[in-house]
C-alpha cells in the first residue's frame, strides 16, 4: 500500500447488519461483501448515531452528534460553513468524487466545497430520483390487499428488465469513472440506495430467495416506546399476515443480494483500473430495517433498537490488516476519522470520531466501551415535523397527531447493556447478552438497578461533553459601525 492509498466508500442504506452472512446470516446470499470482511475487518458491534438517513449521514460525515450542531430532521443538512470529512480529503490533495446525486446530505455549496465533482454521467431512467416508479407485479397471497401492501411499503417484482434504478446508474457512473481514474490519490464516494423500500426487486434477485425459510419476525415482551402501536394502529401493520411478511423479507434480501452484486461491479472496476492493491475499501449503511420486527416496517426518527441502529461495518484492502471479526464497541462517526488516520490527514477541527487504526492492528486493544444513538424531537417542535404525501403520509401524521410519541431519545450500549432513555416515556434496558434483538425490555427491576443508574450517569456525561464544539477561529468582537452625526442621515455603507 502506498502512502496516501485511495479510497472506495460504499454506502448502503437501511441495511440490516444481520442480512450480510459475514454478519451471521445463513440465508444471506452476500459473497462479494462476505470476501470483502474475510480479507479485512467486520466490525459486529458498529452502530449508527441516529436511525433516519439524512441526520445519520451529516453526522458520520462530520463527526459531531446529530445534537450537536442541530443536524437531526431531514431540513438540517450539513452546510457551506461547517467542516465535513470530505472536505478534508479535498483540501489535502485528494481528488474527491460522489458518484449520484442524493440531495439529503449537504445544503447550497457544501457540495461543491467538498467534491470535485458528483452526478451521473448515466442517469436513471425510473424510480424515486426519475420519473416515476418502474412497474412492478405483486404476488397473490391470501388475506392480502392493495392498501395493505402499499402500508407496507411493498411493491414486488420489477418486470422491466431494462430499467435503470438510481443504484444502477450510480454503479455504472463509478465503473465509467474508474476507467480513467485521475492521478492522484482519490475518494471515490458511492452512496447507493438499497436495500431501501419501497420493497421490489427485478429478477434473478426478486425469486432468489425461498420465502418459505424466511425467520419470522421478532416480537417483545415488557413496556414499549408509543410509536410502536402508533405504527401499527396507522399503517394497520395488524392485518399483515405471516406469509406478508416472509414475502416483504424475501424480496428485501434479493434487494440486498442486488446490492452485493452493485459492490462486487465496483471492486472489479478498482481491479481492472490497476488500483485494487493500492485502494481501501469500506462499506457501511446509514442504518437498519424494522422489516416486520415488532410488528412495523421501515423506520422510526426515534427508534432506537438494534435492528435500526447495529450497523454493518467493513474495512478491507489497501493493505490494512485482516482482522476478521472485531466486536469492539464502534461508531459510524469513526469511519472517516479512521480513513484520514491512514491517509495521514488531521481534519483540521474538533469532532467525536476515533479511529480505528490501531484495533485494526490488534483486534484486542479495544476501542469504544459505549456506543449512542440518539433521535426524536421536543413535542413543541411539531410544526417543524416533515409532511409528505404517499408512502409517507401516515408516517408524518402520527408524528404530528402524537408528537409525544417522536419524543427525543437517546441510547447507550457497551458490550452487554442497552439502556435507552426517552423524553416523555419510561426507560428501557435489553440484556444484549441474553437478548441480541433487544426484545425483552427489563427496565425497573430491582436486582437491575445499579445497571439502571451506570447507563444513565455515563449518557449525562456524554450529553455534557458532546453539546457542542468551540469555533476553529474566534469572530471578531462588536463589529465596527460609524453611527451618524446628530443630523445626519443613516447611510448603509458606513461600515467600518
Not at 465535513?84 to 445544503?107: E, I, K, P, Q, S
Not at 425459510?213 to 405504527?231: K, N, W, Y
Not at 447478552?433 to 427489563?442: I, V
Request: with cysteine; glycine share 8%; net charge negative.
Amino acid at each position: 500500500m502506498r502512502d496516501r492509498p485511495n479510497f472506495l466508500v460504499v454506502v448502503a442504506d437501511q441495511l440490516r447488519a444481520d442480512a450480510l452472512g459475514a454478519f451471521g446470516n445463513t440465508l444471506a446470499r452476500t459473497p462479494h461483501l462476505d470476501r470483502l470482511a474475510e480479507q479485512g475487518t467486520a466490525f459486529t458491534n458498529a452502530f449508527a448515531q441516529h436511525p433516519v438517513c439524512a441526520p445519520s449521514r451529516a453526522s458520520f460525515l462530520s463527526g459531531w452528534y446529530p445534537h450537536t450542531a442541530g443536524h437531526r430532521s431531514f431540513g438540517t443538512p450539513l452546510r457551506a460553513d461547517e467542516p465535513n470529512f470530505l472536505r478534508a480529503f479535498r483540501a489535502n490533495g485528494y481528488h474527491v468524487t460522489w458518484v449520484g446525486d442524493r440531495g439529503d446530505t449537504f445544503g447550497p455549496g457544501a457540495t461543491e466545497l467538498a467534491v470535485h465533482e458528483h452526478g451521473f454521467t448515466t442517469r436513471p431512467t425510473s424510480g424515486r430520483w426519475a420519473d416515476g416508479p418502474p412497474a412492478a407485479r405483486r404476488p397473490e397471497l391470501p388475506g392480502a390487499d392493495d392498501e395493505v401492501w402499499k402500508r407496507l411499503f411493498y411493491r414486488g417484482e420489477v418486470l422491466d428488465p431494462d430499467d435503470i434504478d438510481f443504484d444502477e446508474a450510480a454503479v455504472r457512473t463509478a465503473e465509467h469513472w474508474l476507467a480513467e481514474p485521475p492521478g492522484q490519490p482519490w475518494v471515490l464516494f458511492a452512496p447507493l440506495v438499497a436495500p431501501h423500500c419501497p420493497f421490489q426487486a427485478p429478477q434473478p434477485w426478486f425469486s432468489l430467495h425461498d420465502r418459505d425459510v424466511m425467520p419470522d419476525p421478532v416480537s417483545g415482551t415488557g413496556p414499549e416506546p408509543a410509536f410502536l402501536q402508533g405504527i401499527r394502529e396507522y399503517y394497520g401493520t395488524d392485518r399483515v399476515t405471516p406469509e406478508m411478511w416472509r414475502e416483504v423479507a424475501a424480496t428485501y434480501h434479493g434487494m440486498v443480494s442486488r446490492l452485493d452484486d452493485h459492490v462486487g461491479r465496483l471492486l472489479d472496476a478498482v481491479r481492472q483500473a490497476g488500483a485494487a492493491d493500492d485502494t481501501v475499501t469500506v462499506f457501511f449503511s446509514d442504518h437498519g430495517e424494522y422489516l416486520g420486527d415488532f410488528g412495523v416496517i421501515e423506520k422510526w426518527p426515534s427508534g432506537l433498537d438494534s435492528c435500526i441502529t447495529r450497523d454493518p461495518l467493513i474495512l478491507s484492502g489497501g493493505g490494512l490488516p485482516a482482522a476478521g471479526t472485531v466486536d469492539a464497541m464502534a461508531e459510524l462517526i469513526d469511519v472517516f476519522p479512521t480513513l484520514l488516520d491512514i491517509a495521514g490527514i488531521d481534519p483540521g477541527y474538533q469532532h467525536f470520531g476515533r479511529s480505528l487504526l490501531p484495533v485494526l492492528h490488534d483486534p484486542a486493544a479495544g476501542h469504544r466501551e459505549y456506543a449512542f444513538t440518539e433521535g426524536g424531537f421536543l413535542a413543541e417542535e411539531e410544526p417543524k415535523f416533515e409532511r409528505s404525501p404517499f408512502p409517507y403520509d401516515r408516517k408524518c401524521a402520527l408524528q404530528h397527531d402524537r408528537p409525544a410519541a417522536v419524543g427525543k431519545a437517546v441510547a447507550v450500549r457497551d458490550q452487554r447493556w442497552t439502556y435507552v432513555r426517552r423524553l416523555y416515556e419510561p426507560a428501557e434496558l435489553y440484556d444484549r447478552a441474553a437478548d441480541p434483538d433487544e426484545a425483552h425490555n427489563l427496565a425497573g427491576r430491582p436486582e437491575l438497578a445499579e445497571v439502571e443508574t451506570r447507563m444513565s450517569d455515563v449518557l449525562l456525561r456524554w450529553l455534557v461533553e458532546t453539546a457542542d464544539t468551540l469555533p476553529e477561529r474566534d469572530d471578531p468582537r462588536i463589529p465596527g459601525v460609524d453611527l451618524p452625526a446628530p443630523g445626519e442621515p443613516v447611510r448603509s455603507d458606513r461600515v467600518g
